[in-house]
């Protein structure tokens, strides 16, 4: 054997002697770890499906302990609803056994102190439950719904005068039904614009005028409503109705009669006049009574009979006479037309729609109306407290011209504003109640300047006579969120001579607006409602509530399929689109 072949031999034995010694290796950490694979080059993918499942097996047994504390986390708050479950039907024994006619006073008087420690008790176990610092049973867990409201004041009405020549003495502008002399309501200057001026300035001191404000520019007179919304699109330049009419032109929405304009571009967007109510006793006799009611007038059917194709409805359109209404069968062909519907229901469901969407020359009645439907009534009611009027300051009138049905009133003129009237309020603030009056003292007998606070408003006024024999309304005004009114009850004043009466006065006015409630009505701009929907709602107007019972409220989204369907009393209201209203059941 050579040196070569020795060694050779020598590297082999050696070789194979590192295998030996590596399997071995490899064995004892099987065995030591319980696992075939132990490093990933002894095979990639068993050992890829091994980690992939070791993975799974470390999750499922995580998700088996939650399923543990979950348990745990029910367990506990089921022990905490039973106790107050015993609790609530020990409330029951107690209040069954005071009702016995044997106790004395004295034993009543005990049973109640063990109710009301066991009330108090209710209220301790339902702040107090917990799972490791998370409240069971005081309603956190629920995901509340979130309502957001536009409380955004919309656009004001606005129109303006421009004088081609100046006025002489003596002759008249109407304004909103206020006929102002030349000379005697406002003066006459020695240009035309001068007398646009002048005209402003009495304008804005006159209180006939409270909740538009005027500004002259050059010889053009600007008119604006004080606060957003419809309402002030009602105020009324009536050109034809003043002699000086030849000496100046309008800008504005022109009515249907000849020379006669209305202000333009106010829009109820969110908060705005008329959403505003008040409820409520008044807490001092400083202030006359609430007396706000709407004019109505209801229009009662007998059956779908009463109403056939060429019947009619008309309604005043402000300036004179009506704007008419016909009912056809089949589609509308003009804005005027009400399409007769299968059921009476549906004909007034269609005709109030109609009229609620009526936009166009005749439509100064209608703007100033809400139509609803209650049964086989048509109601036809001011959207403010007090008659809706016309363009020269007369209530609206009706006129029904159908087979059959019975109109109560054909003059909306049974309307009312008294005590506190909120019509003209845009406040956001004016929820809830009212206080922290403030009077001053002007220094003359009688005469005081108030100021109230409500939300990022101030409103002020000022009260002329404090101590008057004669009911007087006082209108409280603000820069940005409306106005409203008190009327002081004649008699019931007192004497202002000093800061200290006037603080006496201001007292008497937070007396009789601490039992007044205030709330509003705005648009929904958003909802984010979770779970069961807490503090979710929906309001139903009715005349008569006896027997009601709301068994079932479903909604279905899916683009034009989405719809709203209502189960009340048994009789389900459906609206399909998710309009406005709800439609014919």
């Given at each position: 054997m050579?040196v070569s072949s020795?060694?050779?031999l020598?590297?082999?034995?050696s070789?194979?002697?590192?295998?030996?010694?590596?399997?071995?290796?490899l064995?004892i950490a099987?065995?030591?770890s319980?696992n075939r694979?132990?490093?990933a080059?002894t095979?990639?993918a068993a050992?890829?499906?091994?980690t992939?499942?070791?993975?799974?097996?470390s999750?499922?047994?995580q998700?088996?302990?939650?399923?543990?504390?979950?348990?745990s986390?029910?367990?506990?708050a089921?022990?905490?609803a039973?106790q107050i479950?015993?609790i609530?039907?020990?409330l029951?024994?107690?209040?069954t056994?005071?009702?016995?006619?044997?106790l004395?006073?004295?034993?009543?008087?005990a049973?109640?102190?063990?109710?009301q420690g066991?009330?108090?008790?209710i209220?301790r176990?339902?702040?107090?439950?917990?799972f490791?610092?998370v409240?069971?049973?005081?309603?956190s867990?629920?995901?509340?719904?979130?309502?957001?409201t536009?409380a955004g004041?919309?656009?004001?009405?606005?129109?303006?005068i421009?004088?081609t020549?100046n006025v002489?003495g003596g002759?008249?502008i109407?304004?909103n039904?206020?006929?102002l002399?030349a000379?005697?309501d406002?003066?006459?200057?020695?240009?035309?614009?001068?007398?646009?001026?002048?005209?402003?300035?009495?304008?804005?001191?006159?209180a006939?005028?409270?909740?538009?404000?005027?500004d002259?520019s050059?010889i053009?007179l600007d008119i604006?409503?004080e606060?957003?919304?419809?309402a002030?699109n009602q105020?009324?330049?009536?050109?034809?109705?003043?002699?000086?009419?030849?000496?100046?032109?309008?800008?504005?929405?022109a009515?249907?009669g000849?020379?006669?304009f209305?202000?333009?571009g106010?829009?109820?967007?969110g908060?705005?006049?008329?959403?505003?109510s008040?409820?409520?006793?008044?807490?001092n006799?400083l202030?006359?009574n609430?007396?706000?009611?709407?004019a109505?007038?209801t229009i009662?059917?007998?059956s779908?009979a009463?109403?056939?194709?060429?019947?009619t409805?008309q309604v005043d359109?402000?300036?004179?006479?009506f704007?008419t209404?016909?009912?056809?069968n089949?589609?509308?062909?003009?804005?005027?037309?009400?399409q007769i519907g299968?059921t009476?229901?549906e004909?007034l469901?269609?005709?109030?729609?109609?009229?609620?969407n009526?936009v166009g020359a005749?439509d100064?009645?209608?703007?100033?109306?809400?139509?609803?439907v209650?049964?086989?009534s048509?109601v036809?009611?001011?959207?403010?407290?007090?008659n809706?009027?016309?363009a020269v300051?007369?209530p609206?009138?009706l006129?029904?011209?159908?087979a059959?049905?019975?109109?109560s009133?054909?003059?909306?003129n049974?309307?009312?504003?008294?005590?506190v009237?909120?019509?003209n309020v845009?406040?956001?603030g004016f929820t809830?109640?009212?206080q922290g009056f403030s009077?001053?003292?002007?220094g003359?007998?009688n005469q005081?300047?108030?100021?109230?606070?409500v939300?990022?408003d101030t409103?002020?006024?000022t009260v002329n006579?404090?101590?008057?024999a004669?009911?007087?309304?006082v209108?409280?005004?603000s820069?940005n969120?409306?106005?409203f009114?008190v009327t002081?009850?004649?008699?019931?004043?007192?004497a202002v001579?000093?800061?200290?009466d006037?603080?006496n006065?201001?007292?008497?006015?937070?007396?009789?607006?601490?039992?007044?409630e205030?709330?509003?009505?705005?648009?929904v701009?958003?909802f984010?409602?979770?779970?069961n929907?807490v503090?979710?709602s929906f309001?139903?107007?009715?005349?008569?509530f006896?027997?009601?019972r709301?068994?079932?409220?479903n909604?279905t989204a899916?683009g034009t399929?989405?719809?709203?369907?209502?189960?009340?009393?048994g009789t389900t209201?459906?609206?399909?689109?998710?309009?406005?209203?709800?439609g014919?059941g």
């Amino acid at each position: 054997m050579t040196v070569s072949s020795l060694t050779q031999l020598a590297g082999g034995q050696s070789a194979a002697l590192s295998q030996t010694n590596s399997n071995l290796a490899l064995s004892i950490a099987r065995l030591a770890s319980g696992n075939r694979l132990t490093q990933a080059s002894t095979d990639v993918a068993a050992l890829s499906i091994a980690t992939g499942l070791s993975t799974q097996v470390s999750s499922l047994r995580q998700a088996s302990l939650n399923i543990a504390q979950a348990s745990s986390f029910l367990q506990v708050a089921d022990g905490g609803a039973q106790q107050i479950g015993n609790i609530l039907q020990r409330l029951q024994t107690l209040s069954t056994q005071s009702n016995s006619g044997i106790l004395s006073d004295a034993n009543r008087e005990a049973l109640n102190t063990e109710f009301q420690g066991l009330t108090a008790e209710i209220d301790r176990l339902a702040g107090n439950t917990n799972f490791n610092g998370v409240s069971l049973l005081n309603g956190s867990l629920s995901g509340n719904s979130a309502v957001a409201t536009n409380a955004g004041t919309g656009a004001q009405a606005s129109g303006n005068i421009s004088f081609t020549a100046n006025v002489l003495g003596g002759q008249t502008i109407n304004l909103n039904g206020v006929s102002l002399v030349a000379g005697v309501d406002f003066a006459v200057g020695g240009t035309a614009a001068q007398t646009a001026q002048n005209l402003a300035t009495s304008l804005n001191a006159d209180a006939r005028f409270d909740g538009f404000s005027f500004d002259a520019s050059g010889i053009t007179l600007d008119i604006q409503a004080e606060v957003a919304g419809q309402a002030g699109n009602q105020f009324v330049i009536n050109q034809a109705a003043s002699t000086a009419g030849a000496s100046f032109v309008v800008g504005g929405d022109a009515l249907t009669g000849a020379g006669r304009f209305s202000l333009q571009g106010g829009t109820n967007s969110g908060l705005s006049v008329g959403d505003t109510s008040v409820s409520g006793t008044v807490g001092n006799n400083l202030v006359t009574n609430l007396n706000n009611q709407p004019a109505t007038s209801t229009i009662q059917f007998g059956s779908a009979a009463d109403i056939v194709a060429g019947n009619t409805l008309q309604v005043d359109n402000g300036e004179g006479g009506f704007t008419t209404f016909t009912f056809v069968n089949g589609a509308p062909a003009a804005a005027t037309d009400i399409q007769i519907g299968s059921t009476l229901e549906e004909t007034l469901q269609n005709t109030a729609s109609t009229l609620e969407n009526f936009v166009g020359a005749g439509d100064f009645g209608t703007r100033q109306l809400d139509f609803s439907v209650d049964g086989n009534s048509l109601v036809i009611q001011s959207e403010n407290n007090g008659n809706p009027l016309d363009a020269v300051g007369a209530p609206l009138n009706l006129a029904l011209g159908t087979a059959g049905g019975f109109i109560s009133n054909t003059t909306l003129n049974n309307g009312s504003t008294g005590g506190v009237n909120v019509n003209n309020v845009t406040s956001s603030g004016f929820t809830g109640q009212i206080q922290g009056f403030s009077a001053t003292f002007t220094g003359v007998a009688n005469q005081a300047q108030l100021s109230v606070q409500v939300g990022n408003d101030t409103f002020t006024a000022t009260v002329n006579n404090t101590n008057a024999a004669a009911n007087n309304t006082v209108r409280f005004t603000s820069a940005n969120g409306g106005s409203f009114d008190v009327t002081l009850a004649g008699g019931n004043g007192s004497a202002v001579n000093s800061q200290a009466d006037a603080n006496n006065f201001a007292t008497r006015l937070d007396a009789a607006f601490s039992t007044l409630e205030f709330s509003q009505q705005r648009e929904v701009t958003s909802f984010n409602g979770t779970g069961n929907l807490v503090g979710a709602s929906f309001e139903l107007n009715s005349q008569n509530f006896s027997g009601l019972r709301v068994q079932d409220v479903n909604v279905t989204a899916g683009g034009t399929a989405s719809s709203l369907e209502v189960n009340i009393s048994g009789t389900t209201f459906r609206a399909a689109n998710l309009g406005q209203s709800i439609g014919a059941g």
